[in-house]
């Protein structure tokens, strides 16, 4: 294969290991000395470039002054005996709007010795003093014709210039573009495009929060999430003080304002859509897409099935935009807008599916919280609560070591940990109120397995109660138990159900 190499050909090099200088001449400054003349050189040609293209504006704005002033001296008849009376009144008429009247400044380097640039009015007044003086110098009669024809030797000379200037221009230019230097280096493409959007969306100053399906969502008697009256299916509710500890809530997903408004577009409206998510580039965030999607199962909550399916509709098709990559949402329209194109059948039916799961899941929904309203009506909530069975006895709670060496404790510590933390934390404050609160929050099958725990791990014992007779308070206490011993006396003792609740006592010793 032959290899082409006469693009080298053009780049400007000052130093060549092939060549040696005169033996009475140092090698390194010769380079150098050749370095600083091609230096000079380019300097000096680019310069010159500058100054010609700069003279070759100010002579084109004289050249449209001087046709302006032969056009004014053409036009009139001679009414005046007095040559400069006439010449100044068409010069008046030609001088043109006195914003342009100042030439262009020059660019950085060029004349830089001279002073100020003089105005095109004060060229044309000094070019009109010219002539003058070669009318003056040829004492012609006809003086109007001698001016023109003057005027007119003038501009054949600045359009030669201007030709002269072309020329020399040229070769400069092709001079200059001969050699590849470091200068010839730019950049061949970059193109970067910033979408700005017409109205900021509220979704980063709106605090953010996460809805949480309940497993029983059939309950909510006063609240939006409160508890129904049954059986709860989960010890996880056991854990609910957590976010009362830590005082911060879950986020609650929900579209902000410009998903709202995105989602009330007809359903088919493709060129609104398009239009909507080029002035609005937020809407196509993700979180959008799960708000519509919260925001269409709870309109089908509440039996707005239209508006439903439009958020289901919107939802998916901001997601579809998102999937399809950096130029997702051209090509999706692009897709979705062309006739029996297979894009469109695919789209709405995951759209048809999508709504179809959702229509489903709210009906089952509605007949759970039906079934289950109907049946806490009728039954009281069985708890699961912890008492002592003989009188002046109480439940102290023992919390295993988390570093005891003993094998015993360390059981008990390995039962401990398998607690829910909401749990855990009520037995660490050894208040017995608090446990049964967490109790109570458990199904009954749950807090039996908690109880059955806590027995084998130890952590429940039975301390006898000391009452001080002296007082009143102490023998108001000594005559309640006796009422209490009375009546367990004619019971059946163990568990018993009161209004609902099942409580298990604890047996002390004999």
């Not at 399906?213 to 299916?233: C, I, T, V």
């Not at 919390?399 to 398998?418: V, W």
């Not at 607690?419 to 049964?436: H, I, K, T, Y």
């Not at 039975?462 to 002296?470: A, P, S």
């Amino acid at each position: 294969m032959v290899l082409d190499y006469s693009k080298w050909d053009s780049l400007e090099l000052s130093d060549d290991s092939d060549f040696e200088p005169h033996p009475n001449v140092d090698k390194r400054s010769f380079i150098r000395a050749k370095q600083n003349q091609i230096h000079q050189q380019r300097y000096e040609r680019r310069n010159q470039i500058e100054t010609l293209k700069y003279e070759r504006i100010i002579n084109d704005g004289l050249l449209r002054r001087i046709d302006s002033l032969l056009a004014a001296l053409r036009s009139h008849e001679v009414t005046t005996s007095n040559p400069d009376e006439f010449v100044m009144q068409a010069l008046i008429e030609s001088a043109g709007d006195p914003d342009e009247d100042q030439a262009p400044p020059p660019p950085e380097g060029v004349y830089t010795k001279t002073g100020e640039q003089p105005r095109y009015s004060q060229m044309m007044a000094s070019l009109v003093d010219q002539v003058k003086k070669e009318v003056e110098e040829s004492k012609t009669d006809n003086w109007h014709k001698a001016y023109i024809k003057g005027i007119e030797g003038h501009k054949k000379k600045v359009a030669e210039l201007q030709k002269e200037h072309h020329q020399k221009l040229a070769e400069l230019e092709r001079e200059e573009s001969r050699k590849i230097t470091s200068d010839s280096i730019h950049t061949g493409f970059n193109v970067s495009s910033v979408s700005k959007d017409k109205e900021k969306s509220t979704a980063e100053e709106k605090p953010k929060t996460k809805a949480v399906e309940l497993l029983n969502p059939g309950a909510a008697d006063k609240g939006q999430l409160q508890r129904h009256n049954s059986a709860q299916s989960s010890g996880a509710e056991a854990d609910n003080e957590d976010d009362d500890v830590d005082g911060k809530d879950d986020e609650h997903i929900e579209p902000t304002q410009l998903g709202r408004e995105f989602a009330k577009i007809k359903i088919g409206d493709y060129r609104t859509c398009l239009q909507y998510i080029s002035e609005h580039r937020a809407v196509v965030a993700p979180q959008e897409t799960d708000g519509l999607l919260i925001e269409g199962f709870n309109a089908q909550m509440d039996g707005n099935a239209e508006y439903a399916k439009q958020c289901v509709h919107q939802a998916l098709l901001l997601q579809y935009c998102r999937s399809l990559g950096k130029d997702g949402v051209g090509l999706f329209f692009k897709r979705i807008t062309t006739p029996g194109h297979q894009a469109r059948q695919i789209f709405l039916d995951d759209v048809n599916t999508t709504y179809a799961r959702i229509k489903t899941r709210t009906a089952e929904l509605v007949h759970e919280r039906a079934s289950n309203k109907s049946s806490s009506a009728d039954a009281g909530v069985e708890q699961i609560q912890l008492h002592a069975v003989e009188p002046g006895t109480q439940i102290h709670i023992n919390i295993p070591q988390a570093n005891s060496t003993d094998e015993i404790e360390q059981k008990s510590r390995s039962i401990f940990e398998t607690f829910p933390p909401g749990l855990q934390r009520a037995l660490e404050s050894g208040s017995l109120d608090r446990v049964n609160e967490v109790l109570g929050k458990m199904s009954v099958e749950e807090a039996e397995e908690v109880v059955e725990q806590l027995g084998d791990g130890g952590m429940l014992s039975l301390e006898q109660g000391v009452i001080d007779g002296t007082t009143e308070e102490g023998r108001e206490k000594l005559r309640e138990l006796e009422r209490q011993a009375a009546a367990e006396g004619k019971g059946d003792g163990g568990a018993e159900v009161e209004d609902g609740v099942e409580e298990i006592e604890v047996a002390g010793p004999d």
